[in-house]
Structures are given as structure tokens and as C-alpha cells.
């Protein structure tokens, strides 16, 4: 009796099951993730929580970026096709337009930001509040949350529109910012807990104008404030720093963007 030829898509099974036990048997995983298959080309734009000040150690710019912030980890975990990072400590949403929108292209394919809180008077906020009087934050926050939900909008939309114009073919991600304090006690030299939550209630308040301008933008809005819950300053253990350094403080540590930014974007891209 002849030999009859397999069909060849059977033959095809029989190929592929055979590629899958020779590769499990070496250890190999041969079916890739969707990162890795993808091209990626990504561009990381923003302030200080995006150049990674509060992780060091720091580039030779001026702008404290430090590889151990959260652009520069996930695009070394997803092996990027390329990666550009002109994201700057000390931005505001006009430095973003004028200064690092034009490292995108068309070809851009995710962009990530952080931006909004030195629009919002971040630095002069937290010094209110952390050598001044209880008076003095309260009305240093109340400022800040009134700038944040009456002239901020219009800064971030222009912002989002801007990047959407260079990068028209880029997922646009925009991350916000944790809550800074635990609110519990701290010790006789920190921050009454009355600062700290009116200061973690701004924060607040800037995620939530934040995450509407995004959604407007089309963006997607990634919410770091649950990745921080229990690791703001006077936790056990903080991914927040304090005082200890002039620059550096009240700005995530590495921890703070490994463990909270990381899996918050990571989240954000599924």
C-alpha cells in the first residue's frame, strides 16, 4: 500500500508542538510578549517625578534625570526599539512645549508624562506648610487648589494638544502623584498630621483635574496614589522622602519608582 502524505496542516501542528517541547526542554519561551513583539518607540516627557529626582544617582544635565526612575526601568524591561528621555527637573507645562516636545515624531508610538504640580506652586506649597504656620499652609493650599482646578485645565490641555501634534500615532499616558504623608503619628518634629492631610487633600484635588484633561485628551490617566498607600513620609517605610535631602525632598526614593510609579504605568498599559 502507498504511503499517503500528511495534509499539511496537520504537518503544521506536528511542527510547531515539536518547536514547543525542544524549547521547553531548553528552557527557551519561544512566544514573545506583547511588549516585546510590539515595536516601541518611547519618549518620556515631564517634571521631577519623571526625571527621577529623589532616586540618583544623576545624569550631567541639569535636569537630575536618574536611570533609576520609572521611564528608564520599563523601557529596559521591555527591550524599547528606542527610547528618548527629556524629561526635566523643575518643569512646567511650557517647558514640556517648548523644550521637550520636539524629541517627538510620528514614529513615536508611547509617550509618558508627569506635569502640572510646579505649575501649581509644588515647591512654594510644601515650604508653606513645612516651616510656616498652620495659617500659612492652609492658605498656601487653598491657593494651589484654586490654580489647580481654574487656570491649570486650560495648561494641561494645551500641553496634551501639543504632544498629540508631534506624536499622532502615540499612546499618550499621563501620570499623577501620590499622596506625600501617612497621617498617623510622626514624631515631635514633623508635620502636624493637620498639614499632611490637607496636604495629601490637594494632592488630591490635582489628580482629580489631572485625570479629567487626560481622559479629554484621549490619554490614559495613571493613578499613583494606591501604589503609595502606606509609603508616604512617616511610614516604616517610606517611598517618600522627607527632609533629608533640599532637592530631593518630598520626591519618591528609588523604591518610590520601582514599587509605586513602575507597576502604576505598568498597570496603566495593559
Known amino acids: 500500500m502507498p504511503h499517503r502524505a500528511l495534509p499539511r496542516r496537520v504537518l503544521a501542528r506536528a511542527v510547531t508542538a515539536l518547536a514547543a517541547l525542544l524549547a521547553t526542554v531548553a528552557g527557551v519561551v519561544l512566544v514573545p510578549t506583547a511588549a516585546q513583539a510590539a515595536t516601541v518607540h518611547y519618549v518620556a516627557l515631564g517634571d521631577s517625578y519623571s526625571s527621577g529626582v529623589g532616586a540618583g544617582p544623576y545624569d550631567l544635565s541639569t535636569c537630575l534625570r536618574s536611570q533609576k526612575s520609572y521611564a528608564p526601568l520599563w523601557a529596559a524591561a521591555n527591550a524599547v526599539s528606542s527610547f528618548a528621555f527629556p524629561a526635566c527637573g523643575g518643569a ?12 517627538l515624531s510620528a514614529g513615536t ?45 486650560g495648561r494641561l490641555d494645551a500641553t496634551y494638544a501639543a504632544i498629540r501634534n508631534r506624536a499622532p500615532n502615540a499612546r499618550l499616558v499621563v501620570l499623577g502623584y501620590p499622596r506625600l504623608f501617612e497621617t498617623g503619628s510622626c514624631g515631635v518634629l514633623a ?3 493637620y498639614k499632611r ?26 493613578d ?30 528609588a523604591d518610590g519608582y520601582r514599587y509605586g510609579y513602575l507597576p502604576a504605568l505598568t498597570a496603566a498599559l495593559r
Open 92 to 103: 512646567v507645562t511650557s517647558d514640556v512645549i517648548n523644550k521637550q516636545v520636539g524629541t
Open 109 to 153: 508610538t508611547l509617550v509618558t508624562i508627569t506635569i502640572g504640580g510646579n505649575d501649581a506652586g509644588f515647591a512654594d506649597v510644601i515650604t508653606s506648610c513645612r516651616f510656616g504656620s498652620t495659617a500659612n499652609c492652609t492658605a498656601a493650599v487653598d491657593k494651589a487648589k484654586s490654580f489647580a482646578t481654574s487656570t491649570l485645565p
Open 191 to 193: 508635620m502636624s498630621s
Open 197 to 222: 492631610t490637607i496636604l495629601n487633600e490637594a494632592a488630591d484635588a490635582l489628580a482629580t483635574v489631572t485625570a479629567a484633561r487626560a481622559g479629554a485628551a484621549g490619554a490614559t490617566f495613571a
Open 224 to 253: 499613583t496614589r494606591p501604589f503609595f498607600t502606606g509609603h508616604g513620609v512617616c511610614a516604616a517605610a517610606p517611598w517618600i522622602r522627607d527632609v533629608s535631602g533640599v532637592i530631593e525632598a518630598y520626591h519618591p526614593n
